[in-house]
């Protein structure tokens, strides 16, 4: 598809969207329908409706019946039907750019900004904005995803790469689902922690109690985080964390599964005694390889200001102990790059 002249506004309205899913290592052996309907929150009837259509297909074939067993490099193509009217348009919305090539274009997305428009949302996203001053977009998620590999959520602030054409949409695709994909982020959490270091594996998927939110479930998709604390205040500590899966809330839900919610998360049990907008969380760091070159590239991004005053206030007041920290992730946070 590609770029939307300034003044042009796209109208979708009961449109074919696209959707392109990798098999994991550990989906291997699911039946399709059962699969699908974990990664994209149907129900399971409605995507055996979708598959008996033929709009679900790999790469080599149409699938159409839901006990197909994915395969591993199983590359599944999901044709959806989006029913309600979307204006996608470009809008001047100012973004950070941290980089830019003819491939990718590297973004330090602001809080409160959503990165695609939805149902609900057809403005102020990051996409408008990336219409309006990137002249080429990958095509391969649709129209009201042009370029968007991953996502953070609406709070999440930090590091977000683009495709700029379908070649880097895949190359990127595939290095995210074969998690060879360096993410780092940083938050600021309630509660004192008694180890300098963790990882949580616990699986996430849909809340049983409120489909909107994510919970650890039984059932749900594996999920892997490591964390560093690096300092310890009075009521709450500083968090590095590595992410091995990109399941949707994963690290606001395993912070909150060990006890130690993100502040200001109020989803997921939070405090907000700083009274911030969202979560205190940022993706600072991105690490992926070029698709074209090969070369390894590592991108980083200092948090925004709301969680900076926060920071600073702590560490003045109560601070109680300073763990060895990532000396680029220390140099981010005291502004000095």
């Given at each position: ?7 042009k ?5 009961g449109?074919m969207?696209?959707?392109r899913?990798?098999v ?16 994209l ?15 679900v297909k790999n790469?080599f074939n149409?699938?159409d019946k839901p006990?197909y067993i ?5 590359v599944?193509?999901v044709?959806?039907?989006?029913p309600?009217e979307?204006?996608?348009?470009p ?6 750019i941290i980089?830019?090539d003819?491939?990718?274009v590297?973004?330090n ?8 428009p939805?149902a ?8 408008n ?5 990137i002249?080429d977009?990958?095509?391969i998620n649709?129209?009201i995803r042009p370029?968007?590999?991953h996502?953070?959520?609406k709070n999440?602030s ?5 495709a700029?054409?379908?070649?880097a949409h895949?190359s990127?695709a595939k290095?995210?689902s074969?998690r060879k994909v ?6 600021i ?5 008694h180890e ?6 616990k699986p996430i998927a ?13 059932s749900?998709r594996?999920?892997?985080t ?6 310890g205040?009075k009521?709450?500590?500083?968090i590095?964390?590595q992410?091995f899966?990109g ?11 060990i006890?130690?919610p993100i502040v200001?998360d ?5 405090s907000n005694k700083f009274?911030?907008?969202g979560q205190l ?8 390889t070029h ?8 991108f980083?991004?200092p948090p925004p200001?709301?969680?900076?005053k926060?920071l600073?206030?702590?560490r003045?007041n109560?601070l109680?102990y300073?763990?060895?920290k ?5 140099d981010?946070?005291e502004n000095?790059?």
């Amino acid at each position: 598809m590609g770029f939307f002249l300034n003044n042009k506004k796209r109208k979708i309205k009961g449109f074919m969207e696209e959707i392109r899913i990798y098999v994991e290592k550990e989906d291997l052996g699911k039946r399709i329908d059962s699969f699908l309907s974990n990664e994209l929150d149907f129900s399971r009837n409605r995507i055996q409706i979708i598959i008996k259509k033929g709009l679900v297909k790999n790469q080599f074939n149409v699938i159409d019946k839901p006990s197909y067993i994915v395969k591993q490099d199983d590359v599944l193509s999901v044709e959806i039907e989006e029913p309600e009217e979307i204006d996608v348009f470009p809008q001047n919305i100012p973004i950070s750019i941290i980089f830019q090539d003819e491939d990718i274009v590297v973004i330090n997305k602001d809080k409160g900004r959503v990165v695609h428009p939805g149902a609900g949302t057809s403005e102020n996203t990051l996409v408008n904005a990336l219409l309006y001053h990137i002249k080429d977009l990958s095509s391969i998620n649709g129209k009201i995803r042009p370029g968007i590999v991953h996502r953070l959520d609406k709070n999440t602030s930090g590091i977000i790469v683009v495709a700029k054409n379908d070649f880097a949409h895949n190359s990127l695709a595939k290095q995210f689902s074969d998690r060879k994909v360096g993410k780092k982020y940083i938050g600021i959490v309630d509660g004192i922690f008694h180890e300098k270091m963790g990882i949580i594996e616990k699986p996430i998927a849909r809340s049983p109690k409120n489909r909107q939110n994510m919970a650890i479930v039984s059932s749900g998709r594996y999920a892997k985080t490591a964390f560093t604390v690096l300092e310890g205040y009075k009521e709450y500590s500083l968090i590095n964390y590595q992410i091995f899966t990109g399941r949707t809330h994963q690290i606001r839900v395993h912070s909150q599964s060990i006890g130690h919610p993100i502040v200001g998360d109020l989803t997921y049990g939070g405090s907000n005694k700083f009274q911030v907008n969202g979560q205190l969380l940022h993706s600072w760091f991105l690490e992926i390889t070029h698709p074209t070159s090969g070369e390894l590239l590592s991108f980083f991004a200092p948090p925004p200001e709301d969680f900076l005053k926060v920071l600073h206030y702590l560490r003045e007041n109560s601070l109680v102990y300073s763990n060895d920290k990532d000396p680029l992730l220390f140099d981010l946070l005291e502004n000095k790059i």
